[in-house]
């Protein structure tokens, strides 16, 4: 076991908590998008747990595209937002759903909405967010599905990680650097 491991903090949200969540969230998205294509679009890497949990549980055709901005290094926000992984599909004309680990100043998220609206021509984004750190906010994103409020703490686990490590977890765990 790796050293870095031994610094885990409390578990924040079980996995049970994640799973019951998410089958809300599916629900939502299930009554808004019952007869509308919809294209769902996993910011990588953090959201790709999240993504995937919730397709297992939305009982409606759905298209899925990837996506990746690099914004984060250690604890600390890098102010430049680069693209690191484009979509694969055109998206023009379409209402799309972000699917995102965790809104934090929000910089990012504002970033992805103006990028996939007037490059990519979108209709409609809608953000679906697991976390929300509200105290941390920069800039003002619409949060249309959320799963948990969450303290001014830096959390890893179920996909978030701190320097790559700790996606693999189920749950969500406070980590003090
Ligand atoms: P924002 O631009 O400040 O909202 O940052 C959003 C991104 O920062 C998320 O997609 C995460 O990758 C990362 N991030 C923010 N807070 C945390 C955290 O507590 N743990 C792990 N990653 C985080
Ligand atoms: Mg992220």
């Known amino acids: 076991m790796q050293e870095i491991y031994k610094k885990l903090g409390k578990v924040v949200i079980d996995y049970n908590s994640i799973k019951e969540k998410i089958k809300e969230i599916a629900c939502k998205i299930e009554q808004d998008y019952k007869n509308k294509e919809i294209v769902l679009i996993g910011n990588l890497k953090g959201a790709f747990r999240f993504l995937a949990d919730l397709?297992?549980?939305?009982?409606?055709?759905?298209?899925?595209d990837f996506i990746a901005f690099a914004s984060y290094i250690g604890t600390h926000q890098d102010e430049r937002i680069r693209i690191v992984k484009d979509l694969k599909l055109d998206i023009e004309g379409k209402e799309?759903?972000?699917?995102e680990d965790i809104i934090d100043t929000g910089v990012t998220m504002d970033y992805i909405i103006k990028y996939l609206k007037e490059i990519k021509g979108a209709k409609e984004v809608k953000i679906c967010?697991?976390?929300?750190?509200?105290?941390?906010?920069?800039?003002e994103v619409p949060i249309h599905y959320k799963g948990?409020?969450?303290?001014?703490?830096f959390v890893v686990g179920y996909g978030l990680d701190y320097n790559e490590y700790f996606r693999e977890l189920n749950e969500v765990r406070e980590f003090i650097e």
């Open 55 to 64: 397709v297992s549980e939305l009982n409606i055709p759905v298209i899925i």
């Open 96 to 99: 799309v759903i972000v699917v």
């Open 148 to 153: 948990f409020e969450i303290d001014d703490i």
């Open 129 to 139: 967010a697991l976390l929300d750190k509200p105290s941390r906010r920069v800039v």
